[in-house]
């Protein structure tokens, strides 16, 4: 019954956005004013090197014939299609001839572990402390808490990020001010390394981890204060039920749930990058790859990442659909 | 109370880890024998591909300033081609069919193995077969022949005649580079090959690089003296140098600041920043306008001479006066740089060949207004005005007539808002009731000037200052930024642009051909098509026949290059396709921490910047100060 009424429509609905996703992630750059042959073609010859303008045109031609940009767009359509089938994204346009999967695999770790760290610790963080400040909303402490939560979360991430880096890259020097890892390291799976990276993480992390908190927290605990004014929570209450019981069995439980299905939509786009922070940090990730491959029209490096979002974006809010019974048992897909 | 003693154990594990991380020392390279240099391109985004042959490589990332060696360089600090792997100058035959390259005697490639005629040879022969390397179609189409006389001397017949067929192999930031043989024969698809480690003839090695791109370490050659570099100008100071890339601004200052950056490209405000810091950080010049000012390359304004009304001469002569050039100067670069009237910067011989034979013609250059009226647009006293302003927002500038023209320029053109406005009337434009202008139609006159979407950049800088003055004079302008400006204005898809009013001149020597030969008519392409000639796509027959003439002629005949380059120049002025306002202006610092004797102005012995080939060549002039 559930399988034929419920996920079988599903996992067709599935599928269909995801094609439907990649469709239009295919032909949006091509109606885009750059061109990706010729933005290579004035990037060579804009730094410097001396290209006749008599043989341009035979440069445009070699190009357009190495990106596979011959044929008409249903063509290129149909053979991006086919090497999707075999996992192949093809070559970089303007990091040619590098497979665009070879770019994605060396910015994914970086990124994957900046803001899967930060996206979950902030959310649990901000869920619990703002749940038990919710519920302890007319305490002092959660009033205080409060107060420093509602200064935080305004500030522009930019002028955060920046004001991190003069405090600990400037005025105290304690961290570095630049890069996933210390200049001249070898990447590798030991403690002086993972230890160089952590530093070199600390400051790009604190900046995420610190709004994302405090926005967490606010939310959390406006949530937590309308759940605790529910009925079931004064009875819990009355009929003498231990204060700790109800605030994580009755309250942060049932204020959780649209919480869930923010961390799903939140770890999904952490495939699109965290563009400024990568820019104030010079930090690795797929953020700056995704907006020079948007910059120069690079359309294959624009499919592969944002192919890689569309996926990540609807499986993980299939995974939620799926297991939200085991948060909520109300829900039942019958 | 368990419970307490968990979150007690998780808090002190967290301490644990980010105290440790934060103790974790750094691997160094020893910093006293470091130079770290800001890489101008950004990010690497190949960071294991060095097939400089393929596509568009960050360069100057050590490859070409500092790992490879070129057969010639230019230096456009002294005005000197420098000979690399070449031992002399190109020798041609009387036609330009034929051309003698003698090469330098030994040298060694990186990993031992020497360099000869075969590898110059090999070079030029894999690159006509295969298509796929950037050179492929000008060295498929005019080379002939190629091959070798002896170790040390190569000789290339070309299809065509062709004076500057060298100048393929001449560095100016950038160039077709020789490959060693021993590795490139070995390989089966050269376009995919990533040469990586990569051999050069340079004094240095490469030690390691990030894989994320943002930073890449040289270590020296210990036969570095085996380097053009090593056997011209010795042996280069620091031990290992490092390109790095700051994708922030303030980071790049910061780094300065902090001593973990040697050289520096700013943005105007980063330099503001850097420069107000003092302390060891220094600026090209060492009063104002303390930029780097003879950079060979010249900024302003292009017209689309394609479409209306800008294919009128009088129109885009009209817009020049209505610049007033010291607001212009002073909002673009708070005045600090140097102005040229011609298409041509003020630089290095440039001012000695063109801009000074020419003040007469300019002073007698003259607009024809309507009804007998003669408007003579040239202000030979632009640059002191310059100078005027700077006095007025307290920087100490001299008065020495001399010093001023080679700070601020020869001249410019009047501000005459009113000659404007007759030259528009003329033509059929009017205003309304507000002052604003309307187009001979009687519709408003809108201007959109589509660029760069960077506002550090100079043709940013432009574009807006443009935009202010052309309000003020009543036009509704505005400025368009956008990353697909380059594709915009190649397929003619603009108004107006920022983009250089000129192709960059060489920097060294009297030959304009690289600059005036993207005028040449055949390269022009209707409105929609792939434009292969200048932004502007202005032509004449007259300019073509002037092309026609410095293609035969010699450019190592200075008499008769500088005479026929003249002629072209003059007709730029006449036309005015585009507008030549300042040179490059360059904000660039060094910090003297670490190591001193940099080339600046005061002691200009060669190019100043970390990105171009003439980095290498710097390096064995530089001295540590000895700070650890």
Redesign the interface.
């Known amino acids: 019954m559930f399988i034929r009424n419920y996920l079988i429509p599903r996992l067709l609905q599935y599928f269909l956005v995801i094609f439907l996703g990649i469709t239009i992630v295919f032909f949006i750059p091509r109606m885009a004013p750059t061109n990706p042959v010729e933005r290579t073609i004035a990037e060579i010859r804009s730094r410097g090197t001396y290209l006749d303008p008599a043989y341009v045109q035979q440069m445009v031609d070699a190009l357009t014939e190495m990106y596979g940009l011959s044929g008409s767009w249903l063509q290129q359509y149909k053979d991006f299609w086919v090497r999707l089938s075999t996992g192949d994204f093809g070559v970089s346009f303007f990091q040619f001839p590098t497979p665009v999967m070879t770019l994605i695999k060396r910015a994914l770790p970086w990124t994957v572990g900046l803001l899967f760290t930060t996206t979950v610790f902030s959310w649990l963080f901000g869920n619990i402390v703002g749940g038990i400040a919710g519920y302890a909303h007319n305490r002092r402490w959660s009033k205080l808490l409060d107060g420093i939560m509602m200064f935080i979360r305004p500030i522009p991430y930019y002028v955060f990020a920046l004001g991190l880096l003069i405090l600990f890259g400037y005025v105290y020097r304690k961290f570095p001010i630049a890069g996933g890892a210390s200049i001249g390291r070898t990447p590798s799976f030991t403690l002086s390394y993972i230890l160089d990276v952590l530093r070199h993480a600390f400051l790009p992390a604190t900046s995420l981890a610190v709004l994302g908190a405090a926005s967490w927290f606010q939310t959390s605990k406006l949530i937590v204060q309308n759940v605790n004014a529910e009925d079931f929570v004064q009875y819990a209450q009355l009929g003498g039920v231990k204060e700790s019981r109800i605030i994580f069995r009755y309250i942060i439980r049932n204020a959780m749930l649209p919480q869930i299905t923010n961390l799903a939509l939140s770890l999904g786009q952490i495939l699109s990058g965290a563009l400024i922070t990568e820019i104030v940090f010079s930090y690795p990730g797929l953020g700056n790859l995704l907006y020079s491959a948007i910059s120069t029209g690079d359309y294959n490096l624009i499919m592969g990442i944002i192919s890689l979002s569309i996926v990540a974006i609807t499986t993980l809010v299939l995974i939620v659909d799926l297991v939200y019974p085991l948060f909520d048992p109300r829900i039942r897909y019958k | 109370m368990r419970r307490t003693r968990v979150v007690l154990l998780l808090v002190c594990l967290t301490f644990f880890?980010?105290g440790?991380?934060?103790l974790?020392q750094?691997?160094?390279?020893p910093r006293d024998q470091t130079l770290i240099v800001n890489m101008l391109?950004g990010?690497v985004?190949?960071?294991s591909?060095f097939n400089e042959w393929?596509?568009?490589r960050w360069?100057d990332r050590g490859m070409q300033n500092l790992a490879n060696e070129p057969l010639w360089s230019v230096d456009f600090a002294t005005g000197q081609t420098i000979d690399g792997l070449a031992s002399g100058d190109p020798v041609y035959n009387e036609d330009f069919t034929k051309l003698t390259i003698p090469l330098r005697e030994g040298v060694a490639w990186s990993d031992g193995v020497p360099f000869t005629a075969d590898d110059v040879v090999f070079t030029i022969e894999t690159i006509i077969a295969e298509?796929?390397l950037?050179s492929?179609?000008?060295f498929a189409?005019l080379v002939k022949n190629v091959y070798k006389t002896g170790d040390y001397e190569v000789v290339i017949e070309l299809s065509e005649p062709d004076s500057r067929f060298h100048?393929?192999f001449?560095d100016?930031?950038?160039?077709t580079w020789i490959m060693p043989k021993h590795i490139f024969e070995q390989v089966d698809d050269v376009?995919?090959f990533e040469f990586d480690p990569f051999v050069g003839c340079g004094p240095y090695k490469l030690?390691?690089y990030?894989?994320?791109?943002?930073?890449t370490?040289w270590e020296k050659r210990e036969d570095w003296d085996k380097s053009p570099t090593g056997i011209r100008f010795g042996e280069p100071a620091p031990k290992y140098v490092?390109f790095?890339?700051?994708?922030?601004s303030?980071?790049k200052v910061?780094?300065q600041?902090?001593h973990?950056l040697d050289i520096a490209d700013h943005d105007a405000e980063g330099f503001a920043a850097a420069m107000a810091q003092g302390g060891t950080i220094r600026a090209y010049q060492l009063s104002y306008p303390w930029v780097v000012n003879n950079d060979p390359c010249l900024t302003g304004i292009t017209f689309n001479t394609m479409v209306e009304p800008f294919n009128n001469r009088e129109v885009r002569w009209a817009l020049v006066l209505a610049i007033d050039i010291v607001e212009y100067l002073a909002q673009a670069v708070d005045g600090q740089a140097t102005l040229s009237p011609v298409h041509v910067p003020h630089l290095g011989a440039y001012p000695e060949y063109y801009i000074e034979p020419m003040q007469d013609w300019l002073k007698n250059f003259a607009l024809d207004l309507g009804g007998g009226e003669m408007f003579y647009p040239y202000d030979p006293d632009a640059g002191l005005r310059i100078a005027e302003y700077a006095r007025q927002r307290g920087h100490k500038v001299g008065d020495d007539p001399e010093e001023l023209k080679n700070t601020f320029g020869l001249g410019w053109y009047k501000y005459a808002p009113d000659v404007a406005e007759k030259l528009l009337i003329k033509n059929g434009f009017s205003r309304d009731a507000n002052g604003r202008w309307l187009l001979p139609d009687g519709t408003p006159w809108k201007i959109q000037i589509t660029d760069i979407?960077d506002v550090g950049h100079h043709q940013f800088k432009n574009g807006n200052a443009a935009v202010q003055q052309w309000k003020k004079f009543g036009i509704d302008a505005e400025y368009v930024a956008?990353?697909?400006y380059?594709?915009?204005q190649?397929?003619g898809?603009f108004q107006v642009g920022a983009v250089w009013p000129v192709t960059?001149p060489w920097g060294a020597g009297a030959d304009l051909y690289?600059s005036l030969?993207?005028f040449?008519s055949?390269?022009m392409a209707p409105i929609g098509e792939?434009n292969?000639?200048h932004a502007s796509r202005w032509s004449s027959p007259e300019f073509d026949e002037i092309i026609r003439r410095m293609r035969a002629t010699d450019p190592t005949d200075i008499e008769a290059t500088v005479a026929v380059s003249t002629e072209a120049l003059k007709i730029l002025v006449e036309e005015m396709p585009s507008i030549p306002t300042y040179g490059y202006s360059g904000f660039m610092t060094w910090d003297e921490y670490y190591w001193t004797n940099w080339p600046g102005a005061e002691n200009p012995y060669m190019g100043p910047y970390g990105h171009w080939g003439t980095l290498k060549y710097m390096l064995p002039f530089l001295k540590p100060t000895g700070n650890k």
């Open positions: 880890v980010l440790a991380a934060a974790a750094e691997i160094a390279f391109t990010r985004g190949t960071p591909n393929v596509s568009w360069r298509p796929g950037n492929h179609p000008t189409t100048t393929h001449l100016r930031w950038g160039c376009v995919s030690h390691s990030d894989p994320a791109g943002y930073w370490a490092l790095q890339t700051f994708a922030e303030s980071a910061i780094a600041f902090t973990q979407n956008t990353d697909a380059t594709s915009l190649q397929v898809d960059e690289r030969n993207n040449y055949e390269y792939l292969r000639g």
